[in-house]
């Protein structure tokens, strides 16, 4: 399959990428890093979750910390277009032979959802229902932090780049930009494809995996992200700073990557582009091509390049990892 081709008719509608649920050992050092220094809003604290959402979020939650002893992904979500949509997810993903399972009352807020365990490795939840909350955008007096808008985007490390694509594209979503090899195949290293418009819901990055490398949080301007950085060292929270200011050649972004109190990596992400006329064309990158990852910045970490989530099942049980067939190395800069 090329980068060009998706399903024009995917079996059901997804709109976005919605939440991802993460484990987390500790909810007030949680709150204190995610609403007091980002500048997440608390919508809700359980006994064992904080329910988090962005200014420009008008449903309950955008991110659920959960408490749990293992620092590892419960799931990622993406909501659907309609109620119809999520029986067509569940009735898609059983024809593919993988495990569904109905969820509800499983997060305050949010109705009937399916979670599935995906081709690819990953505890995917489908959902269309969820509260409605106010929209904070113009709360200025609630504001701090990066005054974070949206969870825009999910990026996820695979073993095999090429099926993930095919996979994700096989669902609707299109390539906006991508990285490959300089070779007669040219080889797929690194895909960012996209369903609302704008140059991601879902990254696709080389190796172990399935993991989930990072959230991307888009935040309104360049002062929102280097705002944070200052709130964050006034805090002794610069360890938490793991790679930039900077800002990336795929996609434009200006952006910093954190990493939370149980190593959780958090992208502060601003702009990106308009990619919603039918006939875009992807844009493709070199994998020898410095620019690629860092249009400019400091050079990369090797966590950065080496270190990403835990996955779990629909059990809640470490999904195993594999190895990738394609490895994307940092190329030196001259």
């Known amino acids: ?6 399903a024009a008719d995917p079996p059901f509608d997804v709109v976005r990428a919605a939440h991802a649920e993460l484990g ?8 204190r890093f995610y609403v007091d220094l980002l500048g997440f809003h608390l919508t809700e604290r359980t006994a064992d979750a904080l329910y988090l959402r962005a200014m420009e979020d008008t449903h309950h939650h955008s991110l ?14 993406y909501r659907v277009r309609t109620p119809a949509d999520v029986q067509l997810a569940a009735d898609h993903f059983e024809s593919l032979g993988c495990e569904t399972r109905w969820v509800e009352d499983a997060e305050v807020g949010q109705g009937p959802a399916v979670r599935v365990h995906d081709p690819i490795g990953f505890t995917i939840e489908f959902f269309h229902e969820m509260s409605r909350v106010e929209r904070l955008l113009q709360r200025f007096d609630l504001q701090r932090g990066a005054q974070p808008a949206r ?3 999910l990026n996820i490390q695979v073993p095999d780049v090429q099926r993930a694509f095919e996979h994700w594209a096989s669902l609707g979503f299109r390539c906006t930009e991508y990285i490959a090899q300089d070779d007669a195949q040219d080889t797929l290293v690194a895909v960012w494809l996209h369903r609302k418009s704008t140059v991601h819901d879902v990254a696709l990055t080389p190796g172990p995996g399935p993991q989930l490398h990072h959230i991307g ?3 309104a301007d360049t002062d929102s992200v280097l705002r944070t950085c200052d709130a964050l060292a006034a805090a002794d929270f610069v360890p938490s700073i793991e790679r930039g200011p900077g800002r990336h050649g795929v996609s434009n972004a ?7 109190p149980d190593g959780h990596r958090i992208e502060l992400y601003t702009y990106d582009y308009y990619t919603g ?5 992807p844009i493709r990158w070199s994998v020898d091509d410095v620019r690629r990852r860092s249009f400019w910045g400091h050079p990369i970490p090797e966590s950065w390049w080496r270190e990403a989530s835990t996955i779990c099942d629909l059990d809640g049980n470490p999904v195993e990892t594999r190895q990738p067939n394609v490895i994307e190395e940092p190329v030196a800069v001259d």
């Open 1 to 6: 399959m090329h980068v060009l081709d998706y």
């Open 24 to 31: 987390v050992a500790d909810l007030d050092a949680s709150a």
């Open 64 to 77: 659920v910390l959960r408490r749990s002893d293992l620092a590892a992904v419960g799931h990622l979500a």
């Open 151 to 153: 969870v825009d985007h």
């Open 217 to 219: 949080v888009w935040v």
């Open 254 to 260: 200006f952006y910093v990557y954190l990493r939370d």
């Open 277 to 281: 006329d039918p006939d875009l064309i």
